[in-house]
Every structure is written in C-alpha cells, then in structure tokens.
C-alpha cells in the first residue's frame, strides 16, 4: 500500500438507505470517475449522472461531486458517487471502483490523508471520528469545536509561549559576556508562571473533555443489603438490577450505561463485601474488588438503619480515587437528605429523595459544575501528553528557582514542547497513527 494509491470506499452508513456514498481520493480519482460517468462535473458542484460499469450497463444515476486538490478534505483529487442506497448498488460501485484501479480504503485513511497532507493536525483528525462516536450532544459539540481548532489552537498558543521563553534563555547562556542575569530576571519567573498556569488550565479542560468522551467508571459497593442495586435502579431510571432482602443476591458484576446532564457515566453495581462461605458468592466479591482497582470514583453505599462494622477506606484502599460515601435508607430513619455534616451524603434509592444531591456530587467530582459546558474533547493520550508536559514545567521552575541551572531549564521546556506537540501530531510515531487511525470508520 502506499500513499500515491487511489482509493475507495463506502462512505455512507452499511445497509438500507435512501441515498449511499462511494468515496474515491487520490491522484486517479478523477480518470476513475470520467469513466464511471463518462464525464466531470464543475469543481464543487453536484451534477446529476449516470453510472456505467464496463459493459456500458448503467448502474445508476445519482449526482457527481468533484473536489480538485489541494482544495478537498485529504488535499488530493477527491470524487463521490452518490447514488440510491441499497446495499447492491453500493457494492456494484464500490467494485467498480476496485477493477479499475482503485483499491480499498483502510479504516481512517481519508482522514490520515488529510493529516499527512496538512489540511488537519492530529487532535482535530481525532475529533472526527469522535463527533461520530458522540452518545450525547455535549460530547458532539466538544467534538465539533476541537474540529474546528480550539484544542490545537490552545496547543499552539502553549507552544509559542515555551519557544519565546527559550530563545532568551538559551540567548543568554550562549552569550554570557553580555552579562545577561537572566535567572534573577523578573519577566523570565513571570513567564514560566503565566506558562504553568495556562498549562495547568488547558488540563482541567482537557480533563471535563475526556470524562464526556469517556464518561465516567463510577463503581457502587458496601456491604450486603445496603441498597446498591435499589440505587442502580434509582440512577438508571428502570428496574434493571434484582432487588431483594436477601444478603447476597448480586452474585457478579451488573453494568448500566446512563447520562446524567450530558455525561456519560459507566455504574458498576458490585456483590456486597462480608465474608462467607459461598463459592458463586465470593467469586462475586473477588470480582468487586477487581472492579474497585477499575474506578474512576467509587461510591460507598451505607445502610442509614443499621451499624456498619468497618469503615471503606479499610477496604478499598485505592490510592488517588474519589471515594463518595452515600447514606441509603433514610426513608427508615430520621436523617435528612443531601449533604450531611460528617461527609456523606442522605438519600433513599426508594423514593428518590437525595438523589439530585447525588448526581450533583459526582459532577463536581469530575469537574463538571453547573456553569461548565467545556471547552473542547479530549482523549487519554492528550490527557497524558498534558501532564508529562506540567512535569517538565513544574521541574524547570525547580531549577530556576533551586538550582538555578539555566541549562536545565531550557531543557526542561524543549522536552515540554516535545510532549504537547504528540497532541497535534507535530512529533509523533508511525506507530501511534496507526493505533489512531485504526480505529477509524471505513470511508473516513
């Protein structure tokens, strides 16, 4: 396979539909459609046409779109076929295409083209497939504004800052007859700090971004008959877990996907943890304690009725994740809903009441509060970028401020660049594209 190819692929949804796409990018494309429909439509404008195999046997007829490098998505020739969608049709065209000259399109490679060819950076190539693979409006307009730039452009501004302070502080050793000190400069310890803080802001962003990519792992556990699966159902909506007033009825690890305000969050209700002799029993409590290792926040169920004999921090002990602890039953007793004095949180699964508070508390765990909407989507890999790239700053502001080791300094910034430039593709490996890439729809 190489990059000079002419490829091709289905570029509309697989199946039944009223109108379907065939997709032809590269230096061929316009040769390959001239013979598909005997001629070329004015550049960006839909003509209708008929579509002939190499018998001269009409397919179809459908319209003819023509976008002539380098003004196209990938920046080459690029041809769409949009004929009727019947899955015959699409596949006579797309074989087509094939015999010739064509070949098939690998997943994502449009969008690679694009990248390799300067018409996106990697962040906004990314939010394409990410737009598509959206499960709520907010994640599709964080999508859709990465796509139009935000992130790469809030990158880019980082970067320049980085470069500026590098010039003078490289300058100055490389010219120390000129008796520069530039250690003790203000402006030098001002900047580093506007850096870090701008820095430190693109992450927390990033971070609301990638909880609305990803959602959320929120894992529900405690002890048996504390209410876990009645508060499943409560934040689900729908009765999907068994609930019962027997101890021990959630063997094995139940899974509900559901939004609250737009996020997405991933509840994992739990086997209730005790000691006992039930094999099925204790594999279920062997698997909580696996999927506690899993969580992003882990939600501590108490029976407000009844004593608990050990506190979850004993159990858990899952180093730096959220630990929200929750109060059920208070229908039972005389404790009030929402926020209570020793942290915990007052609600009952079986009337509802608490459960707004609830909510609330886990969308301030995540960053996301009632003025936030976010500003762009992010993935894991930008959020790790992002913080290898704090690292760095926050070890040259030891070395100004310490060591003061200019030398050190202006490396610890080269190699912050390094790391933010991974985020829009600048610097990154042949490998990385194509673990990105790959997972990419076909015909985009």
């Not at 499943?232 to 999907?240: F, K, T």
């Not at 915990?344 to 079986?350: C, E, K, N, Q, Y």
């Not at 003025?371 to 070890?395: K, M, P």
């Not at 100004?400 to 430039?421: K, P």
């Amino acid at each position: 396979m190489s990059a000079k190819d002419t490829i091709a692929a289905q570029a509309s949804a697989a199946g039944r539909a009223g109108v379907g796409i065939i997709r032809l990018s590269g230096p061929r494309a316009a040769e390959l459609a001239e013979k598909i429909a005997g001629s070329l439509p004015t550049p960006r404008q839909a003509e209708l046409r008929s579509f002939y195999n190499e018998q001269g046997e009409q397919i179809d007829q459908g319209l003819l779109l023509y976008f002539p490098a380098p003004h196209s998505f990938t920046g080459e020739d690029v041809i769409e076929l949009q004929a009727h969608g019947g899955p015959v049709i699409m596949d006579e065209l797309l074989q087509l295409s094939l015999q010739l000259g064509a070949r098939h399109a690998r997943p994502g490679e449009f969008s690679e083209r694009a990248f390799l060819n300067g018409k996106l950076d990697l962040a906004q190539a990314e939010a394409i497939a990410d737009l598509i693979d959206s499960t709520s409006r907010q994640a599709a307009r964080l999508a859709s504004r990465t796509l139009q730039g935000e992130f790469s452009k809030r990158i880019q501004q980082l970067q320049q800052s980085m470069t500026e302070l590098r010039i003078y502080v490289e300058a100055a050793i490389d010219f120390p007859e000129e008796e520069i000190d530039f250690l003790s400069d203000g402006p030098v310890k001002q900047a580093l700090t506007d850096i870090d803080s701008s820095l430190k802001r693109v992450l927390t962003s990033a971070k609301t971004g990638a909880v609305m990519r990803d959602g959320m792992n929120l894992v529900i556990a405690g002890r048996p008959n504390a209410g876990k699966s009645s508060l499943l159902n409560a934040l689900a909506g729908s009765e999907r877990a068994i609930v019962t007033d027997i101890p021990g009825t959630t063997r094995d690890i139940l899974r509900e996907h559901i939004q609250i305000d737009g996020m997405p969050l991933h509840i994992l209700d739990t086997a209730g943890l005790r000691k006992t002799d039930d094999k099925i029993e204790t594999e279920g409590i062997k698997r909580a304690h696996h999927a506690l290792t899993q969580a992003d926040c882990i939600l501590w169920i108490y029976d407000d009725s009844v004593a608990e004999d050990a506190e979850p921090d004993a159990i858990c002990q899952q180093d730096g994740i959220p630990l929200l602890r929750v109060s059920n039953k208070i229908d039972l007793t005389q404790t009030p809903a929402g926020p209570l004095d020793d942290g915990r949180i007052g609600l009952s699964a079986r009337d509802g009441e608490g459960l707004d508070d609830l909510k609330q508390a886990l969308k301030n765990i995540m960053g996301l509060d009632a003025s936030t909407e976010g500003e762009f989507i992010a993935r894991r890999r930008h959020l790790d970028a992002l913080q290898r790239a704090a690292r760095f700053v926050d070890s040259g502001k030891n070395a100004l401020n310490g060591q003061s080791a200019g030398e050190l300094l202006a490396e610890d910034l080269r190699q912050a660049q390094t790391a933010l430039s991974e985020i829009t593709g600048e610097f990154t490996s042949d490998d990385l594209l194509g673990e990105i890439f790959s997972s990419f729809c076909i015909g985009k």
